[in-house]
């Protein structure tokens, strides 16, 4: 009786370490495979945090990802903390390792939250920089770049806090709109009013544009072609100088130049005094070009009209290369049926003298729009 009795305890030890052996086994080839993968994987990136609201969800996420998740001791956590925060938000949080290691780190991450990661804290900060920033030109592609890759940010961020309505109010969309180069004004407001025309409310997350460009045309600067009615931007004008001469010429209005040109004829026409002017040009097929020109005040108006619009600092080049047949007539504007009972004055006009850019944007206000 004993002996069996010994025996089942054997056994049953013997089981028993059985077990044992094969769960330590897999233990330690689980803890072989991450120590494998931690080798092999890139040294995660830590990132800092100098106080600003913008940078404070991103510096939070990478924060538990890499050090809170990985070490479970306060005091630790803490001393990573201060280490990775600099500036202003190193010296609000720095003093928290004067108080116990679990309430030290509490207090400090309380205190960085309350300071930098409020959600209307960050919200507010992100439509700050959107809506304050300067007004882009037509020609600065890099600037364009960035202002859509902080909206992109801007999305991403306030959609995550719940914020997304703060954005889409109409005097944010105002600001961020005259941020925008003229001709990217004017596609936004035309692609608004069809929003809203639709029975939809324009937002800023989702911008989108229409009709395509086949037949390219001498004022296109940044597209592979125009339609007809970038034609009618070519326009025939009254010009007059300072010294009451005038002359007629051909104007372009181009809403994607960021400077008034003239060329240097229509100077020698007007007979005005004029001062020199040094400056760079970039156009599509060249950049930084050295000009040496003329700097004068102009003022324009349409042959048939009445209303004159100031030019101001119109520098002159030695010639525009623009040429007089890109210009709409009569025949071209019949292709729009919206556009029947407009009328465009003949003249025995040649040239084209005059380009007026976004520098002068009362002569690219419309008076009266049809569709």
Known sequence: MNINNSTQGISAQSGFSDVSVSSIDSAFQRLASTLHEGFNLPKPELLTFNGT???????????????????????LRLNYLIQYCRGEAKCCVE???????????????????????RPHVIARSFIAKLVS???IKASDIEGLSKLALEMQKCEITLSQLGFNSDIDNSENLRCIVKRLPMHMRTRWVDIAHSISESGREPRWSKPGFD???????????????????????????LVKGRNGNSCKTFALLDDRADKT?????????????????????????????????????????????????????????????ISARSAAENVDIRKLPYLADIQIPSTDLTEVMLLIGTDSPNAHIPLDKVR
């Open 211 to 237: 009709h395509a460009a086949t037949q390219p045309s001498v004022n296109c600067t940044a597209t592979k072609g125009s339609m007809i009615k970038n034609c009618l931007g070519i326009i025939p004008v």
């Open 95 to 117: 003093d928290c390792v004067l108080l116990d290691s679990d309430e030290g780190y509490k207090r400090a991450r309380a205190i960085l939250y309350s300071r930098y990661g």
């Open 133 to 135: 920033g300067a007004q």
């Open 53 to 75: 609201p913008l940078d404070y969800s991103k510096f939070i996420r990478n924060f538990e990802t890499n050090i809170e998740g990985r070490i479970s001791d306060n005091s």
């Open 261 to 321: 040109l003239c060329d240097e004829r229509l100077l020698q026409k007007l007979n005005i005094a004029s001062k020199p002017v040094t400056f760079e040009m970039s156009t599509v097929s060249s950049s930084g070009s050295t000009i040496h020109g003329q700097e004068v005040d102009l003022q324009v108006k349409a042959i048939d009209g009445n209303d004159n619009v100031s030019l101001e600092k119109v520098w002159s080049v030695k010639k525009l290369p």
